[in-house]
Structure formats: structure tokens, C-alpha cells
């Protein structure tokens, strides 16, 4: 079980790119790097997935260097919106949902 | 599309009662998931539906918690009787395929539960 090391907490300023940087020196083969959103009192929310390299969709980018062992989110000019808990799962995504490990996230203010 | 929705949103309950939590799925979605985060611990595994069949019930912390999914639609999961250490937020998650690679997990929005 994969486990992942993230900064308790960032800020940023509104229109900036923010990166949130994930450790997790001991991925496996088969494991996935996936990313949820948290606002308060809500559910976690799927934010983006990859295994290797660089993935992009309309919300975030992720960074995956070519050992796996860490991983980047990148969200483009963030804005006050954007305040959450942010959570990196590293697990076998094939079957199963035993293996996802939320950890304590990584807490984003956005600042005007 | 309704997203998944868990009743109630808060509950509070004494220590020695029971209490059971509702989750509706998204329609269609054969995979249901309930995790919990009790106080200043991150959210963790309970167990996993597939239809009706519990597929994995590894994270249940005792027989005191019962999860049922009767007819593969909805799910509850029953505390009883309900002690201190269980208070924190339930959450629930639904998926279409067992394969999470390309379908993830969609959490509602959670039920707190305060056992006094």
C-alpha cells in the first residue's frame, strides 16, 4: 500500500498557477496517481488521474516524473473558489477500493 | 445526473442508541463504497458493494456496523449500538466498473455523526 507525503498547507494569490507536490517513494508497478478536491463539508471530489508522464484536462494538470516517485498538480490561475483540501491516492485503480489511501491532504487557500 | 446523496446530513445521537445512515447512489452505478473520517483521522475504507454482494468488507471496524444493499440500489449502514469513538463523517461513493482507471469514484456529501 502505497502511502503519499504532501505539504500540510499553501496559499496563493488569485490568478496564479499553484503546484502540489506528492511523495510516494514506494509506488508500485500497477498503482495510479489519482487527485481529489475536498470543500467543506462536501465529499471528496475526482480531480485528475495519470500513471506516467503528463496528463491535462479542463481542470488541473498532472506531472508524473519518469521513476513515479513524486507527483505535481497543477492548477492554472487559481481563484478564491479553488480554497479546498486536496488529496493524493496512489493505489491499484483495477479493482478494489481498499487500497486508496487519503492521508491529510494538503490544505489550499487562495487569497484575493 | 443526481449525484450520490446520503440522508441524514447530521445526526446526533446518545451513546448506546442506533443509528442508521442512508445512501442513494447514481443511477445505473453498480459499485458502492462507504468510507469514514472519525475525528483528526483521515478518511478511510469501510467497504465495497457490488450490486447487492458485499465485494470487500475489510474496513469494518467491529460488528457493530452493518451495511446492507438490499435490491442493489440504495445502501445503509447501521450503528448499534453507537459508542463515542464512532463520531466523525460517513461518506459514501459510487462508481459505474470496478476498474477505477477510468471510472472513478463519486463521494456524496457525507453524514455527520455525533455520538454523546
Known amino acids: 500500500l502505497a502511502k503519499t507525503t504532501q505539504p500540510i498547507s499553501m496559499d496563493s494569490y488569485e490568478g496564479q498557477e499553484v503546484n502540489i507536490t506528492c511523495s510516494h517513494n514506494?509506488?508500485?508497478?500497477?498503482?495510479?496517481i489519482t487527485w481529489y478536491q475536498q470543500f467543506p463539508s462536501q465529499g471528496p471530489r475526482f480531480i485528475i488521474q495519470g500513471y506516467k508522464t503528463k496528463v491535462t484536462n479542463e481542470v488541473a494538470s498532472l506531472f508524473i516524473p519518469a521513476d513515479r516517485k513524486s507527483s505535481t498538480l497543477s492548477l492554472p490561475r487559481v481563484s478564491l473558489s479553488d480554497t479546498a483540501v486536496y488529496y493524493c491516492l496512489v493505489g491499484d485503480m483495477r479493482t478494489g477500493a481498499n487500497n486508496l489511501f487519503f492521508g491529510t491532504g494538503t490544505r489550499l487557500t487562495v487569497i484575493p | 445526473e443526481a449525484g450520490v446523496t446520503q440522508f441524514p446530513s447530521h445526526s446526533v445521537i446518545e451513546k448506546g442508541q442506533t443509528v442508521t445512515l442512508r445512501c442513494d447512489p447514481i443511477s445505473g452505478h453498480d459499485n458502492l463504497y462507504w468510507y469514514r473520517r472519525v475525528m483528526g483521522k483521515e478518511i478511510k475504507f469501510l467497504l465495497h458493494f457490488v450490486k447487492e454482494s458485499k465485494q470487500d468488507e475489510s474496513g469494518m471496524p467491529n460488528n457493530r456496523f452493518l451495511a446492507e444493499r438490499t435490491g442493489g440500489t440504495y445502501s445503509t449502514l447501521k450503528v448499534q449500538p453507537a459508542e463515542l469513538e464512532d463520531s466523525g463523517v460517513y461518506f459514501c461513493?459510487?462508481?459505474?466498473?470496478?476498474?477505477?482507471?477510468?471510472?472513478?469514484?463519486?463521494f456524496g456529501n457525507g453524514t455527520r455523526l455525533t455520538v454523546t
Open positions: 514506494n509506488i508500485a508497478t500497477n498503482d495510479y
Open positions: 461513493a459510487s462508481s459505474l466498473g470496478q476498474d477505477r482507471r477510468n471510472s472513478p469514484l463519486h
